[in-house]
């Protein structure tokens, strides 16, 4: 498992961040040449109002998970069967004169102001991953790692101390620690053989890391509780722990360093602007959060760690 640098998501929300690139090319196609033309044919026309094929890709990206189990043929006539309702229902609501109705009005303004807010950031988030940016990030939290020990072990784990110790008196006569993990354990990585691959002291609840960090490679511990029940422990290595090649956590770091400049950007906005909040004292009443929405927040540096992929007990924090 990668835990340097935050694996979220970029903060904005994919269709609308989407929707603006499908709108200038909708804008843009009427004067490009019949080439650009064709690669985005008119797939469907409704009352004269046409849909192409970019169309079916924004709503794609905006619909999202419903999506994700369908075939790619079936996938593109849902799609495009949706937009040609969405196109017939709108028209009538038009006919109604919905959009001008109040609560119409509210929601679109929402929308329009949402949807500058991520097409900005996103801009921004852009501008900030240079290779430069993203080389000094991996190099900051390399210089955290590098040297931190790590253990390589395998635990099995049972509900009682009475089945720890039946455990434990199996593996002193000789039973595979790994295949009694398989029989035995009730941790989900049971199945390969009770590993948990290589950790670091403060991936584990502290009765498991004690343990597991005091003991020789090769030794089994005594049973060890911990919340989630009774635990035998075999360490198979010891090593001190390397930062991962760049590479590997590229995306990681780009990601994070999308995150911090949003988170900044918004910050530093929110600074040079007068807030009001009518729901709070006079004494608090400028002092504001972001927004949840935004999805700006950014993981200071000195919080991130890198490990090579590994895979975690349940006593995990």
């Given at each position: ?57 924004l709503?794609e ?7 994700a189990?369908?075939d ?37 303004a ?35 790692i ?9 635990h ?23 295949e ?73 770091i ?6 911090k ?33 935004t ?23």
């Open positions: 498992m990668i835990s340097t640098f935050p694996e979220t998501k970029t903060g904005l929300r994919r269709g609308l961040a989407a929707a603006v690139t499908g709108c200038v090319a909708l804008l843009l196609f009427g004067g490009m040449p019949l080439l650009a033309q064709e690669a985005n044919p008119v797939l469907a026309k409704v009352n004269g109002a046409e849909i192409r094929q970019s169309d079916v890709a709503a990206e905006e619909l999202g998970p419903s999506l189990q369908m790619p043929a079936t996938k593109k006539d849902n799609v495009l069967a949706f937009l040609i309702d969405m196109k017939i229902v709108a028209k009538a609501a038009e006919d109604k004169k919905v959009e001008n109705s109040e609560e119409f009005k509210r929601r679109l929402f929308t329009r102001n949402r949807l500058l807010m991520d097409s900005l950031l996103a801009n921004e988030g852009k501008a900030a991953t240079t290779d430069d940016a993203m080389k000094k990030v991996y190099e900051e939290a390399s210089k955290q590098v040297g931190e020990q790590e253990v390589h072990a395998r099995i784990l049972v509900e009682t101390e009475d089945e720890a110790k039946a455990v434990e008196d199996e593996l002193k006569k000789g039973a595979d620690f790994a009694l993990a398989k029989k035995k354990s009730k941790d989900p990585g049971a199945s390969d053989g009770g590993d948990l691959g290589f950790f670091t002291k403060e991936q584990m609840v502290p009765e498991f890391s004690t343990v597991a960090f005091a003991l020789e490679p090769g030794k089994i511990s005594d049973p060890v509780k911990s919340q989630f029940g009774w635990h035998i422990i075999k360490v198979e290595e010891k090593r001190n722990r390397k930062a991962p090649d760049f590479e590997q956590v590229k995306s990681q780009e990601t994070y360093v999308t995150r400049a949003q988170a900044d950007y918004v910050a530093k906005l929110r600074e040079a602007a007068k807030v009001e909040r009518m729901d709070q004292p006079a004494a608090t009443a400028t002092k504001t959060e972001a927004p949840a929405g999805k700006a927040e950014a993981t200071k540096p000195a919080d991130s760690k890198m490990a090579p992929d590994s895979k975690m007990a349940p006593a995990k924090k």
